[in-house]
């Protein structure tokens, strides 16, 4: 059956679609940030193409779902998200989080790798630090009233000056806050292979907790393109520039990504310098091609399976695991001379 004769996936309340299309071109999967609902996305579907189908999500305990049961356990949310979502994931779609949104939608992804189900096309993350990259600050959703919306304000910049004003929309918000802290706080980041899909890392350069660094460090995340764009704006960028925010959608989502035209000069160049910038941080800027990589003590799995899935997002160049043998890995020189040659082999 092909998708134009499918029948449409039958309404679920985690949605928000304010122009459903029966046939899209693309479905975007909006996830919103801490104490969020669909509410930030309400225009998106005005600005994109009507080919694209805004979909936002709408968890329990928010907006018309006041009376349901709030989350506080990202593997239990991920888990009620693949059963949700499945049905809506027969075409070509793509995700966006914001902040917590971010990390919620890469959980998500990996889950749907996990159990084979197709991946997006592209994933935005938005005002969000990479999973590795995440800070060890002290837990604070257990803090009473005042100290938890004082370290809101520290860590995030805090609630509306109108919320504040209103007591009776405080009440309210803060238990979805206080929720939505925990599921953040119980996240722990553990090593798998990076993500078949195209990512793109948003950031406001007004944002003192999310850092240009913790951005940059999604493209470890991803074996194909990783392309990072910075906005004007605090935290909540996605806000006080929506137009631009959204342009840069609808460019990257009509582009598709072209792998770089390899050499063996341009190879071993970036590689000589991934493994001096992100593999050594820096700390050997005079890093030669020739020096033994075990005088360096990085010659060990985790930063071969960094290194190929450089290459694959660099150049489309996927090398596979039996290629690699330890005596092929001694310099950088070698590995590059090994890569090329696979390369060039192919038919």
């Known amino acids: 059956m092909s998708p134009e004769s499918r029948p449409p996936p039958a309404a679920t309340p985690w949605l928000f679609r304010r122009k459903p299309s029966a046939s899209p071109k693309l479905r975007l999967f909006c996830f919103p940030y801490a104490g969020a609902g669909s509410l930030p996305y309400f225009k998106w579907p005005d600005l994109l193409p009507s080919d694209i189908d805004v979909c936002a999500l709408q968890y329990p305990g928010r907006e018309n779902r006041l009376r349901e049961p709030l989350f506080t356990s990202l593997p239990l949310l991920t888990a009620k998200l693949v059963e949700e979502l499945s049905p809506f994931l027969d075409g070509e779609y793509a995700f966006f989080g914001h902040s917590l949104g971010a990390l919620v939608a890469f959980d998500l992804i990996r889950e749907l790798r996990r159990r084979e189900l197709p991946l997006p096309r592209i994933f935005f993350a938005s005002g969000s630090a990479a999973p590795s990259y995440r800070n060890q600050l002290p837990?604070?959703?257990?803090?009473?009233?005042?100290?938890?919306?004082?370290?809101?304000?520290?860590?995030?910049?805090?609630?509306?000056?109108?919320?504040?004003?209103?007591?009776?929309?405080?009440?309210?918000?803060?238990?979805?806050?206080?929720?939505?802290?925990?599921?953040?706080?119980?996240?722990?980041?553990?090593?798998?292979?990076?993500?078949?899909?195209?990512?793109?890392a948003f950031g406001g350069t007004?944002?003192?907790?999310?850092?240009?660094?913790?951005?940059?460090?999604?493209?470890?995340?991803?074996?194909?393109?990783?392309?990072?764009?910075?906005?004007?704006?605090?935290?909540?960028?996605?806000?006080?520039?929506?137009?631009?925010?959204?342009?840069?959608?609808?460019?990257e989502l009509t582009t598709r990504s072209h792998p770089r035209t390899m050499t063996k000069t341009q190879l071993l160049t970036d590689l000589t310098r991934y493994v001096a910038e992100e593999i050594l941080e820096g700390a050997s800027e005079d890093l030669e091609p020739s020096t033994p990589l075990l005088e360096l003590g990085i010659l060990n799995s985790l930063e071969t399976t960094r290194m190929m899935a450089f290459i694959q997002k660099q150049y489309g160049i996927t090398v596979p695991a039996d290629a690699i043998r330890v005596e092929d890995l001694q310099t950088l020189s070698a590995l590059t001379d090994l890569v090329f040659g696979l390369q060039t082999r192919k038919p």
């Open 139 to 200: 837990h604070f959703s257990h803090f009473d009233r005042d100290d938890f919306i004082r370290e809101l304000s520290t860590r995030y910049g805090g609630l509306p000056r109108q919320m504040l004003e209103q007591p009776e929309l405080l009440e309210l918000i803060i238990p979805i806050l206080r929720a939505d802290v925990k599921v953040s706080e119980g996240y722990v980041h553990r090593e798998e292979t990076p993500l078949s899909v195209r990512l793109c």
């Open 206 to 251: 007004g944002d003192p907790h999310v850092t240009e660094a913790s951005l940059a460090a999604w493209g470890q995340e991803t074996q194909h393109s990783f392309t990072m764009q910075m906005f004007s704006g605090g935290h909540f960028f996605i806000n006080e520039v929506t137009d631009q925010v959204l342009q840069t959608i609808r460019d």
